[in-house]
């Protein structure tokens, strides 16, 4: 089983750790829990928060020496960071650590890059402070405007909600999107966005004045028929408005175009195929709407960075693995 420790450096943000923490521990992989979830602080007992009452963690550091995923919450950007945190990732970062994925939300990102973790990579942080970060540490490629940046064995990501979906991300890339599928449902999130999505949309979501209605009924609509070969006019006319308006509309709910947004739904949806059926190729594309085997290839390839056979291959693996454990 996965050890996820949180480290919490004060002032935390208390929705970031405790959603987090939800979601994980809600996790499961078959019969069994998916992770074991901790979190441990440098002084144990009333941590401060950025915007709360203080929260009562009784586990020190020493909780993170097992951990094969440690966290990094909170820190607030200070310029003084605990030297006995930066202690504790450095160590989880050398090669003899049984930690696999270090990972901060939000402000913890500060944290990692005066660790020195985050060197000639790629990271984020919440928007308000990315030129900040950008700036106090230059080698650093500061990526302004993602929910969450994957470099290798290191996460980073934006503020609040992102919380959210670096947990889906993690628990899809760890246990499966059906599991992922599941934990969502559970806590009554969204499917997981993509990691360059912007953090924020300006535009308001258009239930105006004009009596105008969201698309949600649209796009659950369109997720009933992802076999279906759904172009912008099918769309439209569900919607019973035109095309060009549907593209703003849905540009604005969802920060994507109607056909990239049934894309990335139609990958999700071969990836839960591969990993709970042993369906044909062919037939895994039908289902998702990707037409042709070569064209479900095409398109994993590039959304997942592995071919399907290889990411059922994989899932197959990790299964009989864990099954042995």
């Known amino acids: 089983m996965d050890h996820v420790v949180f480290i919490a450096v004060p002032p935390v943000m208390p929705h970031d750790l405790a959603i987090a923490q939800t979601m994980l521990s809600s996790a499961r992989d078959g019969d069994r829990p998916a992770y074991e979830v901790s979190v ?38 200070r310029p003084d960071p605990d030297t006995r945190v930066l202690g504790v990732l450095q160590a989880a970062a050398a090669a003899h650590s049984p930690t696999k994925r270090i990972g901060a939300l939000c402000t913890g990102t500060f944290v990692l890059a005066h660790a020195g973790l985050l060197d000639g990579r790629r990271a984020t942080t919440h928007w308000a ?16 405007d993602a929910i969450f940046v994957e470099d290798g064995p290191i996460l980073t990501s934006a503020g609040a ?49 004009d009596g105008q209605r969201s698309l949600a009924d649209t796009r659950v609509w369109a997720l009933r028929n992802l076999d279906r070969p759904l172009t912008l006019a099918d769309l439209a006319a569900h919607a ?14 969802t920060g994507l175009s109607p056909l990239r947004w ?27 709407g990707l037409g042709s085997a070569d064209s479900l290839r095409q398109h994993f390839v590039r959304a997942v960075g592995m071919t399907p056979s290889a990411y059922r291959a994989a899932q197959h693996e990790r299964k009989t693995s864990r099954r042995l454990a």
């Open 161 to 209: 909600g992102a919380a959210i979906e670096v947990s889906l991300h993690m628990i899809r890339a760890d246990v499966g999107s059906a599991a992922a599928a599941h934990v969502g449902r559970m806590t009554v999130a969204s499917p997981p966005r993509q990691a360059d999505l912007p953090q924020f949309v300006e535009t308001a979501l258009p239930i105006a004045t």
């Open 262 to 288: 049934l894309l990335r739904h139609r990958v999700d949806h071969a990836r839960r195929l591969l990993e709970t059926t042993d369906l044909p190729m062919d037939r895994v594309a039908s289902h998702s």
């Open 240 to 253: 019973s408005i035109s095309s060009r308006t549907l593209n703003r509309r849905f540009q604005d709910e």
């Open 40 to 77: 441990c602080t440098p002084a144990p007992g009333a941590v401060a928060t950025f915007n709360g009452p203080d929260l009562l963690i009784a586990d020190g550091l020493d909780r993170a020496a097992t951990a094969t995923t440690l966290i990094v919450v909170g820190g607030g950007g």
């Open 129 to 144: 402070l990315a030129d900040e970060l950008a700036a106090r540490f230059p080698s650093i490629s500061v990526v302004r």
